[in-house]
């Protein structure tokens, strides 16, 4: 079955967004000493984008926001199977902005970034198992 070809290249490009988050994230993580916020800020950010895929490959319009609660909601409505872990990512959300301005009152922790990694790589591969290779194929 053919898709749209618009619809497929916007697709392509969330996930194409989220594969970069995971890159920066993975580097964030290797740097020297670490850079623990912005590899928890990535890792959001890939569950962010990949959702949005999720919802555009599925014409599902969303609003502009970073709440993962939000859109694992709608993602969930279109395959239940993805609610449980969904609704583990969903906590990343605070990753958008916690760490983005002085003034965070506890600093990140190695464990929670590499958990908030962890998690965002395992969204993005059960979201795109459940899809045609032409959604996300760069």
């Not at 497929?8 to 623990?36: C, H, I, M, S, Y």
């Not at 599902?60 to 926001?65: D, G, I, L």
Request: proline share 7%; aromatic share 6%; charged share 25%.
């Amino acid at each position: 079955m053919r898709h749209n070809p618009i619809l497929v290249e916007e697709t392509r490009g969330w996930f194409a967004k989220a594969r970069n988050d995971l890159r920066a994230a993975t580097v964030d993580l290797q740097a020297v000493p670490p850079l623990l916020e912005d590899a928890m800020f990535h890792s959001q950010q890939a569950v962010e984008k990949t959702l949005k895929g999720f919802l555009t490959w599925h014409d599902e319009p969303f609003r502009k926001t970073h709440s993962l609660a939000e859109l694992g909601e709608q993602c969930a409505r279109l395959d239940l199977q993805l609610e449980p872990l969904l609704r583990k990512a969903s906590r990343l959300s605070e990753y958008a902005t916690k760490y983005r301005y002085p003034g965070e009152p506890l600093p990140a922790t190695p464990e929670d970034a590499v958990e908030a990694m962890s998690l965002a790589e395992n969204v993005v591969e059960a979201v795109l198992a459940r899809l045609p290779s032409e959604a996300s194929s760069a």
